[in-house]
């Protein structure tokens, strides 16, 4: 294998180890999606960024959010941030194993908050000890394929892509080099998201300004993790170009054999449950970066919840589930009533249960006998 990498480039080791279909799909899709232009030949605008004041985010692992503020406090500045690209092997339940693909090595990657009018200035870097190329298409920007097209960095290359937030709601960023290798990167792991408040702050469907508590980042992921078909266990890899070719095949069913909610079944239950108090208000903020889901609270509701994640639109009210479609980042906010544990579900009940796509909210406080009283224990038919 080693001989054979050193025949080729990586490029093509990597296609040559794909179905035949997923090579024709490639072809078909490689000028549309992977041959952005590199850089822009005539500018008609300069950027406004220039001069503007700059401050750095500090980025922080999911489910938390970095500092921010909910109304904007300063007119419009460059946010700086930075990432860096780890290849990594994840455990996403106990014994089962991907080759994934983070940025800052998280499943999701990390979230950053900017308000309308700002602009999010990000440094990628691929270190020299990852394997493949990667790039960051950013929902939230306008232009040459969401950045993909201006950031594809090999290996021991960093790239700085600045862009200005124009639309208020939250987005995803994922990583997307081109034909098969958008697939295989997403699912292997590498999105996250991006949040753009209004800048005097978010509104209910009055347009009566509303504040949250708290806030929480949970990204979904299916994962499709091959099982070898002697012994039915599934299968670890050493690269992620070792495993492409048999994932690959696993993609192509189009069912997940693991969906998780940051990166493990687990991650969000237990002693890592969510936690809030009632009555404070927590905003969900929920990713998924290639399949639909339908988010739920068993035991509460989405207060307020905005459609597709963008805070341009009216939110809708009480919705007992509120959809998010695969490359959406949807929003939703709950003010707690009661105490106890709250499951946060994909209320496609196999895939929360079956599959893991399910944590915990864990709500401390007084308990409201108005709101709900257990009249009488279960007990024998009288
Ligand atoms: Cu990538």
Redesign the pocket.
């Known amino acids: 294998m080693k001989d054979l990498m050193k025949q080729m480039n990586r490029r093509d080791f990597l296609l040559s180890s794909v179905s035949a279909t997923a090579a024709a799909a490639f072809t078909a899709t490689k000028t549309a999606l992977a041959e952005a232009p590199a850089k822009v030949k005539e500018i008609g605008v300069e950027s406004n960024a220039k001069g503007m004041e700059r401050v750095t985010q500090k980025l922080v692992k999911p489910p938390f959010l970095p500092e921010h503020d909910q109304v904007a406090k300063h007119p419009p500045r460059v946010v700086q941030v930075e990432m860096t690209?780890i290849e990594k092997e994840i455990e996403v339940k106990p014994g089962v194993f991907v080759q994934a693909?983070t940025f800052n090595g998280t499943n999701p990657g990390p979230i950053m908050v900017v308000h309308e009018g700002d602009y999010l200035e990000l440094t990628l870097k691929n270190p020299k000890t990852n394997t493949?190329t990667?790039?960051i298409d950013f929902h939230a920007s306008t232009g040459a394929l969401g950045g993909g097209g201006l950031t594809h960095v090999a290996p021991g290359q960093q790239t700085v892509l600045r862009f200005k937030a124009t639309k208020a709601g939250c987005f995803v960023y994922h990583?997307a080099?081109g034909g098969v290798m958008i697939p295989y990167?997403v699912v292997s792991g590498?999105y996250g998201s991006v949040m753009v408040l209004p800048r005097d702050g978010l509104k209910d469907n009055n347009g009566k300004p509303v504040k949250y508590d708290r806030a929480y980042y949970v990204g979904e992921q299916g994962w499709y993790i091959p099982k070898d078909e002697k012994t039915g266990q599934y299968k670890r890899y050493k690269s992620p170009a070792e495993s492409m070719g048999d994932v690959m095949k696993v993609m192509e069913g189009l069912v997940p054999t693991h969906i998780t909610f940051n990166g493990k079944v687990g991650a969000l239950t237990g002693d890592n449950a969510m936690k809030a108090k009632v009555g404070e208000s927590v905003l969900f903020i929920h990713s998924q970066a290639n399949e639909d889901t339908r988010i739920h609270i068993i035991g509460g509701h989405g207060d307020l919840s905005w459609p597709g994640g963008s805070f341009g639109n009216t939110p809708w009210v009480d919705r007992e589930t509120w959809p998010i479609h695969g490359g959406e980042c949807g929003v939703a906010m709950y003010t707690f009533r009661q105490p106890g544990i709250y499951a946060y579900v994909n209320h496609n009940l196999i895939e929360a249960v079956m599959k893991g796509a399910a944590g915990h909210i864990s709500v401390e406080g007084k308990w409201n006998n108005d709101l709900m009283e257990q009249v009488q224990k279960p007990a024998p038919i009288t």
Do not use: R, S, Y
């Open positions: 690209v693909m493949l990667h790039n990583c080099p990167h590498m």
